[in-house]
């Protein structure tokens, strides 16, 4: 079946713009989660969506981020006023619930330059 | 949050056995021990997931250590497409915050033609 799909694959944008990033999670996944990878930083945790709640927003590392998700299905995070330093590549995670064995499957990922 | 101990970097020929070691002496109980990879410009997969006992599947073998402080990922026969960096992330079954993987550094591994 179709796995978990990110849009774009990549975004340069200028400082001080907004940009929003989308995930499509696996069709059934409860659970959604967003990470960041940034060289010399590594995979780190941004938010996590239990159907459209966010009960955990703690890796979001300013009041620039935020996100959403609707239906249950789709999530966008926003990041206003890019800064160079939220250059990343953005990684969305989805699975069937929130249990310590359910298997996340991550999208592709969407590669954000800020110039 | 419990934390994992890997190598750098591994190398391996291709068609031959790997070893992946992870260090985890401060594991608790309830913690199951995850392995998951990055191919090159991807995201991350699951591997495969173990709580006490060896497990095997059809990617890899998950061999924990009796006293479960330490365990080991085993490919059976690398393949070029194996070259990846491995993260060995331990999971609480206590807590609020099991969802969410905390990746290390992980272990880059290479395999040689």
């Known amino acids: 079946g179709a796995g978990v799909s990110q849009s774009p694959s990549n975004k340069v944008t200028e400082k001080g713009k907004d940009v929003e990033l989308r995930c499509d999670p696996i069709?059934?996944?409860?659970?959604l989660y967003w990470y960041r990878q940034s060289l010399g930083q590594g995979l780190e945790f941004l938010i996590y969506?239990?159907?459209?709640?966010?009960?955990?927003k703690s890796g979001l590392p300013s009041d620039r981020f935020s996100a959403e998700r609707t239906g249950g299905s789709v999530s966008t995070l926003t990041i206003q006023r890019t800064q160079q330093e939220d250059s990343a590549v953005y990684l969305c995670a989805s699975s069937r619930d929130r249990g310590v064995t359910d298997t996340q499957y991550f999208g592709p990922g969407t590669r954000l330059t800020v110039l | 949050d419990a934390k994992t101990t890997q190598p750098n970097s591994m190398e391996s020929n291709e068609e031959e056995p790997v070893h992946l070691p992870c260090n985890h002496s401060?594991?608790?109980?309830?913690?199951?021990i995850h392995w998951y990879r990055q191919l090159p410009s991807q995201g991350p997969e699951y591997v495969i997931h173990?709580?006490?006992s060896n497990v095997n599947n059809r990617m890899a073998s998950l061999a924990i250590a009796e006293d479960r402080k330490s365990s080991t990922l085993i490919l059976h026969r690398a393949t070029l497409r194996d070259a990846a960096v491995y993260y060995c992330?331990?999971?609480?079954?206590?807590?609020?915050?099991?969802?969410?993987?905390?990746f290390g550094k992980g272990t880059l591994l290479t395999v040689n033609p």
């Open positions: 992330i331990l999971r609480g079954n206590s807590g609020g915050s099991n969802y969410k993987l905390t």
């Open positions: 069709s059934g996944h409860t659970a």
């Open positions: 969506f239990q159907g459209n709640s966010a009960p955990d």
């Open positions: 173990g709580l006490t």
């Open positions: 401060t594991i608790s109980g309830t913690d199951y």
